[in-house]
């Protein structure tokens, strides 16, 4: 026991609870793994204590310890790694593939929460060193609010307008809206689609926003955010009842076809409008420098 | 290997429509065109396309 004893154990404290938080098992299903979660509390752990020594450390004039800190970079960048392979390997055999793009999104969210767990433990600490464990609390509670904020990102509901639209066929061409989907020949699988298949449309709120969603990744997010929430009518082999999004080329507006289990059309708009913007699929053409100011 | 957008099948009431190199199934009429298109379709794993009223393709994708 020394004078650091308890603010390094109220830092690993608060932080490992930070992390135990920051774990949201959700219509997304993950995680859902125990033995992931194990990996990962461990983990949230050693960013706590990481985070937590980092004052006393130079309190004490030890300042080459902080290099450690780079040693927790690449560990955490570690996890970034293992995560995306795991989710990859984990991708084909899904019905509905979350796609590239929303897997490096939840890779790098883990990441990242490490780092806002090494946060709120090194203010805690820093807080409960320099003045009190009131203080502290304080502290890690504002680190918390912080963390959460970060943690969160956006959702499809903020950039885009959600409606329910009619599937229809002229000919063999299956259409959602006025957006064309595919062709399907075969008059029973037709009847099949009519009478099982919901669609949707995506309205772009913003000429950002047409971008964002026209992204590949976001797209197939969206249609696995779908088929996990309300199932979907398909079995392998039958590639003719896969769930398909496509975008109206004039507008932007993105066509959604799928074929639920659940035929719930307000759960499916809830759905969508609750989709996460991947970060790697966000783009802001309106921020173009050369435009000019007045134009979007 | 895996095949990306290949015509497997071509199933026609009319012989002279279909593309030379394709596997042809001819048929007589419209409902026995269904009936093989979908069977192949399940088969092949395929969709099965409608270009005209008497060819449909199955194609892979």
């Known amino acids: 026991m020394n004078e650091y004893t308890f603010s390094i154990l109220f830092g ?3 932080g490992t609870l930070a992390r135990i938080y920051m774990f949201r ?3 997304r299903q993950y995680p859902t793994y125990p033995h992931g979660m194990i990996i990962h509390l461990a ?3 050693i960013a706590a204590s990481l985070g937590a020594l980092v004052v006393p450390s130079i309190m004490e004039e030890e300042f080459t310890a902080v290099t450690f800190l780079t040693l927790a970079a690449s560990q955490f960048r570690e996890v970034r790694n293992m995560e995306r392979k795991t989710l990859t390997e984990m991708d084909s055999l899904e019905l509905v593939p979350r796609g590239a793009s929303y897997i490096e999104g939840i890779a790098v ?9 090494i946060f709120i433990s090194f203010v805690s600490s820093l807080a409960y060193l ?6 502290a609390c304080v502290a890690a509670f504002l680190a918390f609010l912080v963390a959460k904020k970060y943690m969160t990102g956006s959702r499809l509901g903020k950039i885009s307008d959600v409606e329910q639209a009619t599937v229809s066929f002229d ?4 259409y959602v809206d006025n957006i064309y989907i595919m062709n399907i020949g075969i008059p029973v699988r037709q009847k099949e689609i009519l009478e099982h298949g919901l669609g949707f449309v995506i309205k772009p709120k913003n000429f950002d926003a047409r971008s964002t969603i026209g992204n590949l990744g976001q797209r197939q997010a969206i249609l696995h955010d779908l088929a996990i929430s309300l199932g979907v009518y398909r079995d392998s082999g039958t590639p003719a ?3 398909l999004i496509k975008r109206d080329l004039d507008d932007g507006r993105i066509g959604i076809f799928i074929l639920p289990q659940n035929k719930s059309a307000d759960l499916a708009m809830k759905v969508i409008s609750q989709v996460p913007t991947l970060e790697n699929a966000i783009r802001m053409p309106t921020e173009t420098k050369e435009k000019g100011s007045g134009q979007s | 290997m895996t095949l990306e957008k290949l015509i497997l099948a071509a199933v026609t009431l009319s012989v002279s429509k279909v593309p030379v190199g394709a596997n042809v199934f001819v048929c007589e009429t419209k409902d026995e065109m269904d009936q093989v298109a979908a069977d192949l379709e399940a088969i092949l794993d395929g969709i099965a396309h409608k270009l005209s009223n008497d060819v449909y393709i199955i194609v892979k994708h």
């Open chain 1, 12 to 14: 690993v404290t608060v």
């Open chain 1, 25 to 27: 098992t959700d219509y």
């Open chain 1, 43 to 45: 983990l949230g752990f």
């Open chain 1, 109 to 117: 969210t883990f990441e990242g929460r490490n780092y806002l767990v």
């Open chain 1, 130 to 135: 320099s003045i009190n464990i009131w203080a």
């Open chain 1, 241 to 243: 009842l896969v769930p």
């Open chain 1, 171 to 174: 000919g063999a061409g299956l």
